[in-house]
């Protein structure tokens, strides 16, 4: 005891000598920009003694002569300076640009950046941030190198559909998996029927987004798993690529508070060049003197008459949008939390459509014991949809574009003005906007809870329990409507409710060590999910009056329907790593997948996968070079991932009730198939990262192959098996595993800095996306083809095996028959009278489209139907570049698609709807029809006895030979209509997407303040597209109509995404 | 020590709680049957066969309706490719009716192979019933097919096409056969189904029901070779005299009851033997309702709102068929049938059972009255304006007013939903068919004897002698509207297609101008409406158009081309590939 006071005593003494002796040492801590570091750290190598730079970058430090200083900060290298006989040392600190070590989120775990085999992306906050996002899946667009994102739909709230290196599969679910915190995203892919409002038309794609009740600004970063290695450890949900989600966690210190908010203002810019009011009149008496019609006084002297009705400027408005989030976070060392809490606003730019969200946020994390962490991640969100019938031809959209522009919105009384014309009822869009309710609110809460133990050192076990509790009510309103022409003279009205519960509980445990050179891992784990829904809904009509929109004052005969069911889902797994002085590793993972959505036979599933990389750039012989090329490494993968999408009960054959007059009947849903098991993927990946120059310049390129087999579907039949038709009454063939599909691909990032001065930095980050895919067959069915489907039952799109998916598949035009002559000439047109009789009603004529002769058979008929373009594009690319100019920073993102062809389904329509059929003179048509053959007489001497020059076919020609255009013809008996290369265009864009400019204010005027932060922005979206598409918006994903799931860039009255502007603040204090 | 332990006994938990794994993903539908589950006693056999009755039929009404009825000449609608006959096989309503034909025997198939696999406590008569109804069912819609396309393919079991994985090498198969097998199902189903007509049971398929449609099938197969079989239409003959004198049924006394909602109007007598049985109680189930008055009932004649039938209506030709027309001065109109009125509206026309809360139907009022509706709204709906250029609109399948459903069925009709059976085979059907075949096989005072019965039914005048022409008009007369007289000119096609062609060329198939303004002029006064004789009569201004009389009619318009869709899948069923002679008895059995 005595000795050690006296050691004491002695060492203080020491010190205290020693201090005489110390220097102080001043000097300015800046980066590349020249500006200072706040906050850095400096410490005297060794000891305890330590400083942090001030608000300039300066600091004032006491340390012994001939110590080491080390400078730090995060986000940039650590330095190391002697003191010599300086007393000022000023360091630039180099920004740590390589970020090799950060920690990524993969499945069931945490890899430094560096260790990674497979192929992933990060994206970051900054990444999320000034850009408009009303959902998650809005901001993977252009974004990400393979992966593709499309909204489906401009209407606020709405999904995108996102493919992550092509479409993996055709039928089953092919949007990747969201896992957020770890917790499986539920109910990927609803459509408004599942919720009830069956007023949303029969589309079966999502345009209720499942991510919509979240609150974009809790994320922290997103990670995109692309390859089968990286997400082979979700096994069978992991086919179509993961999504990982991580929310944001406090950090320990005082509380900081920040507040987020933001106005903007939306508006659709482009208009589709429908005729107006004067130009119909023009169309009108057209038809007139050519006898098609009979005269109409009111259209006699288009001079007299004005523009008329725009029904796009009237269906479309200026939309606000504005958010709000406050949010804290803050803890000690041992506990952290982060809490938010957001409102959200958005109105649609349609009339009466509008979307807003509430959510709130907690996330915890408690060290209880040094062995022992516990966490809880909980969410929860109201939102409140109030959807229009858009898209489809019975929607809002369509319904503007075909009206006559010789209807005013409101009569004279201010009442809505509709018109029926021989039966054919322009409902007012305005009116059909406004009048019909589709209302659905959504309430989630879900989160996890975990615990994470540390029983001996290396070994973690975290076991985590996630739910998700989620319900929602769906209003349908049909009031009465005595609109002149249109009545509705009982109301009616459908409520819903659905409610589903899921929970999951997992456990793995990892264990990690170094021995020397080598680093290992291994991780085992269970998991296990149940999800349980139901559903109950109403249906009523003749409430008493429009007021109350109660279902349980209605008058008529009610109706109830409710379902109810689970799926469940249970797996095991395991991943393997090796690491040898980090120049080599591997990886290995195992998952064991079981799924109800099959019969006891086929209901586990095995899928492996092995990765490996080498860090070559860490070779001793590489060493010379390093100075170019600071970092590479070359990435090799496969793996198998799996597909249960198909949903619950193929594997038997479920009964659906069916009332009739004769009373209830039972029929059989499906014909079972017992036999049906996973859709399997095999993928194969190679990759190679390069960072030249101090990481000045990173390339990261990746080129995969990956093919799925016992793709799940459902079989496609010809008609005469009964399997076409509406749903209630056709047969529905069976689902299965039939098809096999290729995706090959070739990812390239270009990631630079090409300026880091004091005052200015430039970053830019450059991807570009090819994929190719092929179906390559169709086991187990006899058919040679997959075909899709446009509204209802008609073909648009063919894919044959060895082809690329969803070709669009019509005849090809070649021109116009220019006059007799050119028709006997040309191969015969399938309503060539054979005994020479034309008849302009009943048979081909001048002015009706050529068809091209595909298989030289002479005639034109269906079998020259072929190939008429790929919706698919040859790449897509998007391309950010940020500026830093002082305090002001500048963002542009531009991104584009090549090669894709759009079906233009708005000018095909079905029947009478078209808007260039020129077959009615009901519905307006687009200013295309100016171009229209135009029959002209040869010889106006010829005299008749009996009918006119334009019934005689010898005797008309084509004044425009050349045009592309049909004759009206309201009969068009040479099926002028059908799907042709008329309708397909080039859907190939180019768009200015974003451009934020954003001013932060000096950390110098808020100190006094005591505000950490300010920053201000202004944002426009959408802002410019260079197209030669004549729809609104090139960008069209997958059908929001079709049923089959099998159709792709078919642009069905879309909702367009609209240019949006918008100013934000966000302060921290 | 103690951490080793926590952790320990937690992992047992967890172990515990994952060792069930079949039993935890083991998840057959809870909310429904599955077909294992079903067709286990009678009352679900009977559930089982009902929705063969209406829904696959949906997809058909508008080609039945107006499709088949524009082209033979019963109705008019201005500028149409069906009025010309000149369908592409690209048209929706063509579409449609061959998707509803295929789902219909897909689901007949389907519903034999269930019911014969049920291992249920099923009594052998309903079991039989039941498939026979199936069986009947089946050869209605091959009746329909063949006469409608021709050559068809047949698909005898879709479970046995899919297993085989046949279904893309299947062969269009020359008509002759198609009504063998029809024939061939038909007679299986008189085997299996009751002869009498069980009690309460009489809006089912029973043996004289099939037996009717048998005798309709010989009728038409007769002439397929191109000349008549005299043993087909004996066997027409046979069966139609058989069903005529031994099914207990006879005509409904008042003609226009048939065409009323209740069984007590339409089946008082078991008039109807094939009808399609719809609902509208619950108006969520779309395809299982009838909607055809939307499709043709003018607008305003309901207060749903839901019409827009006005601008197509029955023809000028139809009309000169009744021996009236619209040029007629309505007070002094002379129906010298009463089929005319039950058929079609004409200006004047006056109805008790339409607008029941209002007092009857009166069409002078609906048409330009401002003050005339039905309850609940508070204007007339109707255009204010006489759209349908032939002079007349329908009336068949028209059910009424919302008030009209509501007396009938208790609840009200809506949203393209009525409750109104549409019958597709009728008794007087088969008195005619019985006459046709009596005529065509020589026996002339048989063929007097049942024309004048349908016609006594209807107050028309006996004839005292007739012609197979006479018999043919005598069918549109009676059949008119109801989806057939179209397959009467495909009958007489097969052997005398140049006077099916003569008949259509010489109809009068276009509108008159300037009817609205003649009969606005009738009524009104000053713009208000003051009731007939407001001002005299004169239609000095009407004219004829004559622009839609056919003159371009050509043998392969009495086939309907084939969708092309399928060709993609199978090219032996393209417009341009041959059919193929099959041995219907041989190669297919019903054999249960």
């Not at chain 1, 915190?181 to 007023?199: E, K, P």
């Not at chain 1, 989030?325 to 506990?335: E, F, L, P, R």
């Not at chain 1, 997948?593 to 492996?608: K, L, M």
């Not at chain 2, 046995?160 to 063998?180: L, P």
Request: net charge negative; with cysteine.
């Amino acid at each position: 005891m005595k000795n050690k006071l006296l050691t004491f005593m002695l060492a203080l003494l020491a010190t205290a000598v020693a201090a005489t002796a110390q220097v102080k040492v001043t000097g300015v801590v800046s980066d590349d920009t020249g500006y200072g570091v706040i906050g850095a750290s400096v410490m005297e190598k060794g000891t305890r003694n330590g400083a942090v730079t001030d608000l300039d970058g300066n600091y004032e430090i006491t340390v012994s002569p001939g110590a080491t200083l080390v400078f730090s900060s995060i986000g940039y290298a650590t330095q190391e300076i002697v003191v010599g006989n300086q007393r000022v040392i000023n360091v630039l600190l180099k920004l740590d640009t390589e970020l090799l070590d950060e920690a990524v989120v993969v499945g069931y775990g945490t890899m430094k950046r560096s260790d990674l085999s497979g192929a992933s992306v990060s994206m970051k906050e900054e990444d999320l941030k000034g850009s408009i996002i009303t959902n998650l899946d809005q901001s993977l667009q252009g974004r990400a190198a393979g992966v593709s994102a499309v909204s489906t739909s401009g209407a606020p709230g709405s999904s995108s559909s996102i493919r992550v290196r092509g479409q993996a599969t055709v039928n089953a679910g092919a949007e990747p998996l969201y896992v957020i915190d770890g917790v499986i995203v539920q109910g990927g892919g609803s459509s408004g029927w599942d919720f009830g409002l069956s007023g949303l038309g029969n589309g079966k794609i999502s345009t209720i987004s499942p991510l919509a009740t979240i609150n974009p600004a809790d994320i922290v970063s997103m990670e995109i798993l692309k390859d089968a290695s990286a997400t082979a450890i979700y096994g069978a949900q992991g086919a179509n690529g993961v999504v990982l989600i991580t929310t944001k966690h406090g950090k320990s210190g005082e509380a900081k508070f920040t507040y987020d908010g933001m106005f903007a203002v939306s508006r659709q810019m482009s208009r589709i060049d429908m005729m107006n009011l004067r130009e119909f009149a023009e169309y009108y008496n057209d038809l007139v003197a050519q006898g098609l019609t009979s005269a109409n006084a009111y259209y006699a002297d288009p001079s007299i008459l004005g523009k008329g009705t725009n029904w796009q400027d009237e269906v479309f408005r200026t939309a606000i949008q504005h958010s709000h989030q406050i949010s804290a976070q803050g803890g000690t060392d041992k506990v952290q939390y982060y809490v938010s809490g957001s409102y959200m606003n958005q109105e649609g730019t349609i009339i009466g459509s509008n979307f807003n969200r509430f959510s709130f946020r907690t996330n915890l994390d408690a060290q209880l014991k040094e062995w022992f962490k516990l966490g809880i991640n909980a969410t929860y969100a109201e939102t409140k949809d109030d959807i229009k019938l858009a898209d489809g031809q019975e929607g809002v959209i369509f319904y503007s574009l075909s009206t006559l522009p010789d209807i005013p919105v409101y009569d004279i009384d201010g009442n809505y003005s509709t018109t029926v014309r021989e039966g054919y009822t322009s409902a007012n869009p305005v009116a059909l906007a406004m009048l019909d309710e589709n209302l659905l609110k959504r309430r989630k809460l879900t989160g996890n809870v975990y615990a994470e133990l540390t029983p001996i050192k290396h070994l973690v076990w975290r076991s985590e329990v996630g739910f998700d509790v989620s319900g929602s009510e769906a209003t349908g309103y049909k009031p009465m409507v005595n609109l002149g022409g249109w009545q509705r003279g009982s109301n009616s009205m459908t409520s819903q409710r659905n409610s589903s519960t899921y929970w999951s509980v997992k456990n793995f445990l990892t264990y990690s060590n170094t021995f020397g050179k080598h680093s290992f891992s291994a991780m085992v784990g269970q998991e296990a999910w149940e999800s349980r829904w139901s559903y109950m809904r109403a249906n009523n009509t003749d409430l008493p009056s429009d007021e109350i929109h109660n279902i349980s004052l209605a008058t008529g005969t009610p109706s109830v329907s409710s379902g109810f069911g689970s799926s469940a889902m249970a797996s095991f797994f395991t991943r393997e790593t090796y690491n040898f002085d980090n120049r080599y590793l591997f990886t290995y993972t195992f998952r064991y997948d079981g799924s109800s959505n099959f019969g006891p036979d086929n209901r586990w599933a095995g899928f492996h996968s092995f990765a490996g990389s080498w860090r070559f750039t860490n070779e001793k012989f590489f060493a010379g070079a390093r100075h170019v090329l600071n970092n590479g490494k070359l990435r090799v993968g496969w793996g198998q991932t799996g597909n249960a999408n198909i949903g619950s009960g193929a594997w038997e054959s479920g009964m659906t009730k069916v009332p009739t007059g004769l009373g209830d009947s039972q029929r059989p849903a499906n014909i079972a198939n017992t036999g049906i098991h996973w859709e399997k993927q095999r993928q194969t990946n190679i990759g190679l990262d390069l960072s030249f120059l101090d990481s000045r310049i990173n390339l990261t390129m990746d080129v995969y192959r990956k093919i799925s087999s016992d793709m799940l579907m459902e079989m496609t039949l010809p008609s005469y098996m009964g399997t076409q038709g509406n749903g209630a009454g056709r047969l529905n063939a069976p689902k299965g595993n039939y098809g096999t599909i290729e995706n090959k691909g070739l990812e390239i990032t270009l990631d630079t800095h090409p300026v880091l001065k004091k005052n200015f930095s430039w970053n830019s980050n450059f991807q570009i996306s090819f994929n190719r895919n092929k179906l390559l067959a169709l086991d187990g069915t006899a058919n040679a083809q997959l075909v899709g489907y446009g509204q209802w039952s008609d073909i648009v799109s063919v894919t044959e095996i060895g082809e690329s998916l969803y070709n669009f598949y019509g005849y090809k035009v070649v021109g116009v028959y220019k006059d007799f002559e050119d028709i006997m000439n040309s191969p015969k047109a399938e309503k060539f009278p054979e005994d020479g009789v034309f008849n302009r009603n009943t048979t081909v004529w001048p002015g009706d489209l050529k068809f091209e002769d595909v298989n030289k058979d002479g005639v034109i008929n269906e079998n020259d139907r072929t190939n008429i373009g790929s919706p698919l594009p040859k790449f897509t690319f998007g391309w950010t570049n940020t500026f830093t100019f002082g305090n002001v920073d500048l963002s542009i993102f531009i991104n584009g698609s090549y090669g894709n062809k759009v079906l233009n389904y708005n000018l095909m329509g079905q029947g009478y709807n078209g808007l260039v059929h020129m077959n009615s003179t009901w519905t307006n048509q687009h200013v295309m029809i100016q171009d229209r053959a135009r029959l002209e007489v040869i010889d106006p001497n010829k005299t008749y006895t009996q009918g006119n020059w334009y019934e005689d076919v010898t005797n008309v020609r084509v004044a425009n030979s050349g045009t592309m255009v049909p004759r009206p013809s309201f009969e068009d008996p040479n099926d002028n209509d059908r799907l042709s290369t008329r309708y397909i265009e080039d859907g190939s864009y180019i768009r200015l997407k974003n451009v934020t400019v954003g001013y932060t204010f000096p950390k110098r005027l808020l100190q006094k303040i005591k505000i950490d932060n300010i920053r201000l922005y202004a944002n426009l979206q959408n802002l410019y597209t260079l197209t030669r598409y004549k729809g609104y918006d090139p960008e069209v994903g997958a059908s929001t109509q079709d049923s089959s799931g099998l159709t792709f860039g078919v642009d069905n009255g879309r909702y367009p995404s609209p240019m949006t502007c918008s100013f934000g603040l966000s302060f921290t204090f | 020590m103690k951490r080793i332990l926590t952790i320990i006994a937690l992992a047992f938990v967890v172990v515990l709680g994952t060792t069930s794994c079949e039993d935890f993903l083991n998840r057959p539908a809870e909310d429904s049957y599955t077909t294992a589950q079903f067709y286990l006693n009678d009352t679900q056999l009977e559930q089982g066969v009902n929705y063969l009755y209406n829904v696959a039929w949906y997809d058909n009404i508008r080609f039945f309706i107006y499709g088949s009825e524009k082209m033979c000449g019963n109705v008019w609608q201005d500028r149409d490719a069906y009025m010309t006959l000149t369908v592409n096989g690209t048209d929706g309503d063509l579409k449609n009716m061959a998707y509803s034909y295929w789902a219909e025997n897909a689901q007949c198939n389907t519903v034999i192979h269930n019911i014969l696999a049920s291992t249920g406590d099923v009594s052998p008569e309903v079991r039989n019933r039941c498939i026979g109804e199936a069986l009947a069912w089946k050869a209605m819609t091959y009746f329909f097919l063949v006469r409608t396309f021709g050559d068809v393919p047949i698909i005898h079991d879709n479970t046995e096409v899919i297993k085989e994985a046949s279904y893309n090498e299947v062969y269009k198969v020359e008509k002759a056969d198609v009504y063998e097998y029809a024939i061939m199902t038909l007679e299986k189903a008189m085997e299996l189904l009751p002869k009498n007509p069980y009690i309460g049971k009489l809006n089912r398929i029973d043996y004289y029901a099939a037996e009717a449609l048998m005798a309709k099938i010989y009728l038409t197969k007769a002439g397929v070779t191109g000349s008549l079989s005299q043993e087909d239409l004996n066997k027409a003959k046979q069966y139609a005299l058989d069903v005529i004198q031994n099914s207990g049924r006879t005509l409904t006394p008042k003609y226009s009851d048939i065409f009323r909602m209740t069984a007590a109007q339409y089946q008082q007598t078991g008039e109807c033997l094939f009808t399609w049985h719809w609902q509208a109680a619950d108006k969520n189930a779309w395809t299982t309702q009838n909607s055809i008055q939307c499709d043709v009932g003018m607008n305003g004649f309901s207060e749903e709102g839901d019409l827009w039938g006005g601008w197509k209506g029955p023809s000028v030709d139809l009309q000169d068929l009744f021996g009236v027309s619209a040029l007629d001065d309505p007070t002094t109109r002379v129906n010298t049938d009463d089929r005319r009125q039950a058929t079609m509206m004409m200006f004047g026309d006056q109805y008790d059972y339409f607008w029941t809360d209002c007092g009857g139907f009166d069409f002078y009022r609906f048409l330009y009255d401002d003050n005339y509706y039905p309850g609940g709204l508070s204007g007339n709906a109707s255009s204010k304006e006489f759209t349908s250029l032939s002079g007349a609109v329908y009336c068949k399948h028209l059910f009424g007013d919302k008030a009209d459903h509501v007396a009938a069925f208790g609840y009200p009709s809506g949203y393209m939903y009525n409750g109104l059976p549409t019958h597709i085979l009728r008794l007087a059907d088969i008195y005619l068919v019985y006459a046709e075949a009596c005529m065509l096989t020589g026996d002339a005072s048989g063929a007097l004897e049942y024309v004048n019965k349908v016609r006594e039914r209807a107050h028309a005048a006996p004839l005292t002698s007739v012609t197979v022409q006479e018999i043919w008009k005598e069918r549109r007369r009676e059949l008119a509207l109801e989806g057939d007289n179209w397959y009467d000119l495909v009958r007489r096609s097969y052997y005398d297609v140049d006077g099916c062609i003569a008949d259509l060329k010489a109809q009068r198939r276009s509108g008159w101008d300037g009817l609205d303004k003649v009969y606005k002029n009738f009524v009104m006064d000053n713009g208000s409406y003051v009731g007939p004789g407001a001002h005299s009569w004169d239609v000095s201004e009407v004219t004829y158009r004559g622009n839609q009389e056919l003159s371009d009619v050509k043998a392969s318009m009495f086939i309907m081309p084939f969708p092309t869709e399928d060709v993609v899948m199978n090219p032996n069923v393209g417009s341009t590939s041959a059919p193929i002679h099959v041995d219907v008895r041989e190669t297919y059995s019903y054999d249960f």
